[in-house]
Structure formats: structure tokens, C-alpha cells
């Protein structure tokens, strides 16, 4: 299995530039996939195919990277930005990142 | 609108089965690829398994094959999984999700709880 790899948790101030980081275990090429998943919710979809923005996502959204490693980010950040963000990909069977908690400070 | 309400969840005690059922609307359901997903309490996603958009394909984590199995009626856009031999391990909120190369639409989930 694809193992990714991401930070456990960040802490920024509404206004803010976040990046957050996901480093996969072999190259994935553009398939990796990013979501947003607040408390008691499912999961959604806000990225895919690495930099492609989904329908309804703020454009303060954005993705980045290529092979293994790969980047969300968010600018600026916003109190309801507050969620975990997951990483995904599909280069073979699906894994996620175990997800990166956002907090705002 | 893509609407994916799951139902069937509660709880079972280990050996036992349970099957999952997905209702899907608001798209055309025999056009896609439909997957199951699912989270343990407090923890991260994990894919579970895949049916292509005509049945004819199935795909499932290791962990799961020989005791789970998806299918679909594309007639009922509905979509099941059968858990048989249920483990405590496979306690989780399981989620049915539209598939592209990546899973754009996402049901409420149901719960499973695998417990004496």
C-alpha cells in the first residue's frame, strides 16, 4: 500500500496563509486528492488531481505538487476553516493520510 | 443534487453479519463507480472496497476480502455491502461514496458497532 504521510495537527490565526503537507510513500504522479472533514460530518471533496479546485470550493483553496509530495493550501484562512483536512490517493488501491488537524488560534 | 443516504448500521456481535445499503439520487447512478469508505471511531479513512459502474468489477482492501462484498442494483440505484464474519476491528462509521479517481460525493454514513 501507497503509506501517506501527513503533519498530526496546526494552529493558525484567522487571516493567515496555512500550508499543509502530505508526502506519500512512492510516486502517485497528479493523483492525489484532498478533503475537508469538520466534526460529525463526511468527508469533502475540495481538491483533486493535485491542483484542480472543486465545484463550490472557495478559491482560497488551493493544491500543489507532483509525485511525492504534495501541498494544501489555504489563503487566507477562516474560522470555519477550523476541520481536518485529509490527503488521498489513486495512483493504486485508495489510501488517506491519517489527517491533519486545523486549528485557529 | 447527488444525494447518498446510508441505512442498515447498529450493532452486531462478532461473527456475525450485517449488510449496508446506499440509496443513491440525483445523478445517473449506472454511470459511476460507487465505493465504500469507512472511519473508525477517532481515527482516519480507510477505503473498503469498489464496484464498477456495471457490477461486473469488484475491488476490496485486504483486510476485508473473503468476508465482505459490494454489489449494487443499478435498477434501485442502490448499493450494498455485506459484512459476514464480523470482527471487532471492523467497528466504524461506513460511508458510501461516488467514485471518480477520487470520491466527489459522500452519504451521511452508518454506523457499525461489532461487540458482545
Known amino acids: 500500500d501507497t503509506v501517506l504521510t501527513q503533519s498530526p495537527a496546526l494552529a493558525v490565526s484567522p487571516g493567515e496563509r496555512v500550508t499543509i503537507s502530505c508526502r506519500a510513500s512512492?510516486?502517485?504522479?497528479?493523483?492525489m486528492h484532498w478533503y475537508q472533514q469538520k466534526p460529525g460530518q463526511q468527508p469533502k471533496l475540495l481538491i483533486y488531481?493535485?491542483?484542480n479546485l472543486e465545484s463550490g470550493v472557495p478559491a482560497r483553496f488551493s493544491g500543489s505538487g507532483s509525485g511525492t509530495d504534495f501541498t494544501l493550501t489555504i489563503d487566507p484562512v477562516e474560522a470555519n476553516d477550523t476541520a481536518t483536512y485529509f490527503c488521498?490517493?489513486?495512483?493504486?488501491?485508495?489510501?488517506f493520510g491519517a489527517g491533519t488537524k486545523l486549528e485557529l488560534k | 443534487e447527488v444525494q447518498l443516504v446510508e441505512s442498515g448500521g447498529g450493532l452486531v456481535q462478532p461473527g456475525r453479519s450485517m449488510k449496508l445499503s446506499c440509496a443513491a439520487s440525483g445523478f445517473t447512478f449506472n454511470n459511476y463507480d460507487m465505493a465504500w469508505v469507512c472511519q473508525a471511531p477517532k481515527k482516519g479513512l480507510e477505503w473498503v472496497a469498489t464496484?464498477?459502474?456495471?457490477?461486473?468489477?469488484?475491488y476490496y482492501r485486504d483486510s476485508v476480502k473473503g468476508r465482505f462484498t459490494i454489489s449494487r442494483d443499478n435498477a434501485k440505484s442502490t448499493l450494498y455491502l455485506q459484512m459476514d464474519s464480523l470482527r471487532s476491528e471492523d467497528t466504524a462509521t461506513y460511508y458510501c461514496a461516488r467514485q471518480e479517481d477520487y470520491f466527489d460525493y459522500w452519504g451521511q454514513g452508518v454506523m457499525v458497532t461489532v461487540s458482545s
Open positions: 488521498q490517493q489513486s495512483w493504486n488501491d485508495p489510501t
Open positions: 512512492e510516486s502517485v504522479s497528479t493523483r
Open positions: 488531481g493535485a491542483s
Open positions: 464496484i464498477s459502474y456495471d457490477g461486473s468489477s469488484t
